[in-house]
């Protein structure tokens, strides 16, 4: 690290993040905390999504006024940066799991615990600085590929692209999700408010947007208009001896960026023997 990097200032907003704060006065134990700031937030956001989220709402449910909350964080925007970092750490790997195995570990869990908390997707794109749980995240990923003899930017670039997975593979899932509920909400005419564990779950299933696909394919779209896909179709055996199939979606997209990154680690002869 450079020596200005060494000497640079922490901005308050950090050191509250990492929990990196002067310790106090010696005295009674403040009432209210960071962590239970946070902790408030993030149980309303898990009931009613993100959107309910504010500072007199968390202010409320603790029993607190608004200002009394700006003690100790800056306002909304902080609290969702610490909110973004308010994660259950990453998975314990295995010391005998290969690196491609260790990653493929260390995916799945993330898309887990995205579908399962759903409002993550929609934190700003400035809330995502980094704070102690996340980076444990990343040092996982590290730990995954500690046979790997990339350098450190590599490692770090893979971490990247597996997290931009996990991004996509759980917005289709969740938005998904939200427009069946959505649908089934309408036709039955029930409000916004009927959360989706009340639904039926065969009507979930028929109203999600891609359960019309296969209708699409056989009956809406022309072979004559669409002949490469017809084509494709045609010859298609669902299956075929020794293929891997895709009905595990979610496995094979990892198992297909695995691949790739594979052919790029034995193409820079990283793998240790």
Do not use: C
């Not at 968390?58 to 925007?77: C, I, Q």
């Not at 010391?95 to 493929?104: C, F, I, K, Q, S």
Request: without cysteine; negative net charge.
């Amino acid at each position: 690290m450079s020596e200005a990097g060494t000497e640079a200032v922490v901005p308050p907003e950090l050191q509250r993040l990492w929990r990196r704060q002067p310790a106090g006065r010696r005295g009674p134990k403040p009432a209210l905390s960071v962590d239970r700031i946070v902790q408030a937030a993030v149980e309303l956001a898990d009931a009613e999504g993100l959107a309910a989220v504010s500072m007199a709402r968390v202010a409320e449910s603790l029993g607190f006024t608004p200002m009394a909350l700006y003690r100790h964080v800056s306002g909304k925007d902080e609290l969702l940066v610490l909110m973004s970092d308010a994660v259950p750490g990453p998975p314990d790997i295995p010391a005998d799991l290969g690196w491609r195995d260790g990653l493929e570990l260390w995916t799945r869990s993330q898309i887990e615990l995205t579908v399962s908390r759903p409002w993550y997707l929609d934190l700003p794109l400035s809330s995502v600085t980094p704070g102690p749980q996340r980076t444990a995240w990343i040092d996982a990923a590290f730990y995954a590929m500690r046979d790997l003899t990339l350098p450190a930017d590599e490692k770090l670039a893979i971490t990247g692209l597996l997290a931009q997975h996990v991004l996509g593979e759980t917005r289709v899932q969740v938005e998904s999700r939200r427009a069946a509920a959505e649908r089934v909400r309408r036709a039955a005419g029930l409000g916004a408010d009927v959360p989706e564990s009340e639904l039926d779950p065969a009507a979930l299933e028929a109203a999600n947007p891609y359960a019309d696909f296969e209708l699409i394919l056989t009956r809406l779209a022309s072979p004559a208009e669409y002949p490469n896909l017809a084509g494709a179709l045609a010859a298609w055996d669902p299956e075929p001896e020794g293929g891997r199939g895709t009905d595990d979606d979610v496995a094979f997209g990892i198992d297909v960026i695995l691949d790739g990154i594979e052919a790029w680690v034995a193409r820079r002869g990283a793998g240790r023997a």
